[in-house]
Structures are given as structure tokens and as C-alpha cells.
């Protein structure tokens, strides 16, 4: 049963866009999570939320931004994507197990 | 700083066959351990936690882990595997902070 929920699925895009992706999750969770995997399966931790405060900040390019207003939603914006971008981007909401979502295909020509 | 690490990054088997997927860390303090599968384009699932007690632990679907301190493991088995265990398998290690670490996943073929 889905309780992490993501939009889009999939979003093919322009070098120097901007894009925005969308998280929310059902299971009244605390901690929410934003993970890249990369073409060979590579699982990195971006930000981390605790009650709409950002508690984990991994070195990531200043183009990428957190938006979270409330504790059941987490948003991800790229300012200016490069094609390195290119990636599935996982949500995660968390007690101490993780619930991830199906995940946002960015793809940038 | 934690670290995970998986060996084998494809691991083959028949169907029937038990598998052991390995994972070993490298943290001096408490953890608590875990392993994810990734079906082809889906998100991780949990199958099975450790933090403290017995240190075999059960999971869905039939698998079970097992927790060395002495050997910084905690690796994943099945005593029978079935087809629909294709997949990508994710150890992770989380401290007492909220930061996870995942190992560089093990890619299960069950052949028919």
C-alpha cells in the first residue's frame, strides 16, 4: 500500500531549467528524506527534514533546494539543471525504518 | 563516519537455491541495521531490521539476516529462493543521528 507518494514520475528536460518535484507522505511520520540513485543503482543521501527543519544537509550543489511546509510534505527544486542531474530521485519518510516513494526520473538534455 | 560495504555487486542463482547477499560496516558506536529490496523501477522496500537482541532477525518474504559484531556483518539469506526475488538488495546502517548510509547494492538473478 503506497504511503509516500511523488510527482512527477518522469520529467525530461532542458540544461538551465528549473524543476520542482513533490513528496507527500500518509504515515504521520516525522522525518522525510531526499535520496539521488544514479544509472549503477549509487543510493546518496541530499537533505533531511525533522518537523519542517532541515537536520541533514550532504554536499550538493547550492542549485538544489529543500521545500518543506509541513511535516507530511517535502519538495525538491533544481535551479539551472545540469546534465550530471540526470538521476532517480527517491523520497523517504522515516520512524527509524525507511518508506520510499516510487521515485521522479529527471532526465536532462 | 560510517561506511557500508556490499562485495558482491551481482550475485547468480537457480530458483530453490539459497542465497547469502553480504554486507559488512565499519561505525565503533550503536547502530541499527537494515536491508531494502528494489524491484525494477520501484522504490525501496524494507525487509528486516537489527538494533539490539537476537541477533538473527526475520523479514518478509522468507529472508532472514544475521548480526556479528565481531565481524562488522550483517549479512541476508534465503534458504530457497523463488524467481520473484530478482532484484536489487540495499544494506543500511543508521547512527543514533538521522543520517542513513547504504551500501552500493547486490544485484539478485534467480534463474528459472
Known amino acids: 500500500e503506497t504511503a509516500v507518494f511523488q510527482t512527477p514520475n518522469y520529467h525530461v528536460t532542458q540544461v538551465g531549467n528549473e524543476v520542482s518535484f513533490n513528496c507527500k507522505q500518509t504515515?504521520?511520520?516525522?522525518?522525510m528524506y531526499w535520496y539521488k540513485q544514479d544509472s549503477k543503482k549509487l543510493l546518496k543521501i541530499m537533505f533531511s527534514y525533522n518537523n519542517k527543519q532541515l537536520i541533514v544537509n550532504e554536499t550538493v550543489p547550492r542549485r538544489f533546494s529543500p521545500q518543506s511546509s509541513d511535516k507530511a510534505h517535502l519538495n525538491l527544486r533544481i535551479k539551472s539543471v545540469e546534465p550530471e542531474d540526470s538521476a532517480v530521485y527517491l523520497c523517504a519518510s522515516s520512524d527509524y525504518e525507511q518508506y520510499f516513494g516510487p521515485g521522479t526520473r529527471l532526465t536532462v538534455l | 563516519t560510517q561506511t557500508v560495504s556490499q562485495s558482491d555487486a551481482h550475485v547468480t542463482v537457480f530458483e530453490g537455491d539459497s542465497v547469502e547477499l553480504r554486507c559488512n560496516y565499519s561505525y565503533g558506536g550503536s547502530i541499527y541495521l537494515s536491508w531494502y529490496i528494489q524491484h525494477h523501477g520501484r522504490g525501496l522496500q524494507f525487509l528486516l531490521k537489527y538494533y539490539s537482541g537476537n541477533p538473527v532477525v526475520q523479514g518478509v518474504n522468507g529472508f532472514e539476516a544475521e548480526f556479528s559484531k565481531s565481524d562488522s556483518s550483517f549479512h541476508l539469506r534465503k534458504a530457497s529462493v523463488h524467481w520473484s526475488d530478482s532484484a536489487v538488495y540495499f544494506c543500511?546502517?543508521?547512527?543514533?543521528?538521522?543520517?542513513?548510509?547504504f551500501g552500493s547494492g547486490t544485484r539478485l538473478l534467480v534463474s528459472p
Open positions: 504515515l504521520g511520520h516525522d522525518t
Open positions: 543500511a546502517v543508521r547512527t543514533g543521528g538521522y543520517k542513513v548510509v
